[in-house]
């Protein structure tokens, strides 16, 4: 608990209202216990999310605005209405319903049975099933199957050889095949170190100029599949994307070493930081961004 409170008094979206997220906290414990089950929280823009205990995505968005606030705000004023967002790796739809609910078309894509519930149900919340396709299935180098661990909430992932946890077999394919002609201006991939099976499957994906950046994790979960950043970052320069940070609140790309976590790759800098500037402001449960 005590890092959960440093957490949410230190962010950066709560500097002007630390008391009050501190509030939200608290209200949220006491109701996740009075109350179990799904509970809608307020989101972004009038969306909301389901929630219940153990959820720290979407509860952390509730705490904080955004979780995420580097790569989600870049989701936010990157995108435009009717633009195609790819989420892979979508968990419960926190992304999904950040950029469907901005009026983007978004694939989300999540593997887990019991995730992927939770994602279609918030879209339903969200009502929107008409710009949202969700797609219960992995992504992967080729088609086949793979094992994922189905009990570890946001770090589900592929079970890498020798890994003992309670698993589910999940058919996967490849980036390319789900998207076909339909190129995403915007993709984000957080597969927990597969990263590398999902770019090695979509190569005409990222190809395409239309595609301007992907986030992704470079923390150094590839590792237990014997992957490193190097090699995802190799691969993005080899389709002509090079590694940013995003400031929310100047709206610029700042140039980043990639390794500590997630990592924006953009293929045209100037497009980008325009696109990024002139972007409507969003409303947030605790402000605007």
Known sequence: MWNLLKYVWNHPLNVHG??????RVLRWQLAARLMPGLIALPYVQGTSLFATRGMTGATGNWYCGLHEVHEMAFVLHLLRPGEHFVDVGANVGSYTVLAGGGGARVTAVEPIPATFAHLQRNVALN???DRVRCCQTGLSDQPGSLRFSSGLDTVN???????????VDVP????DDLVGQDAPVLMKIDVEGHELAVLQGGPATLGDRRLLAVIMETNGSGVRYGVSDDQLIAVMRGHGFAPFGYDPFARRLVEVTAGSGNTVFVRDQLAVETRVRTAPTFRLVNGEI
């Open 18 to 23: 630390k008391l009050a997220a501190l509030g």
């Open 127 to 129: 009502g929107l099933g």
């Open 157 to 167: 992932h592929v079970l890498a050889a020798g890994e003992d946890l309670p698993g």
């Open 172 to 175: 996967v394919t490849r980036v």
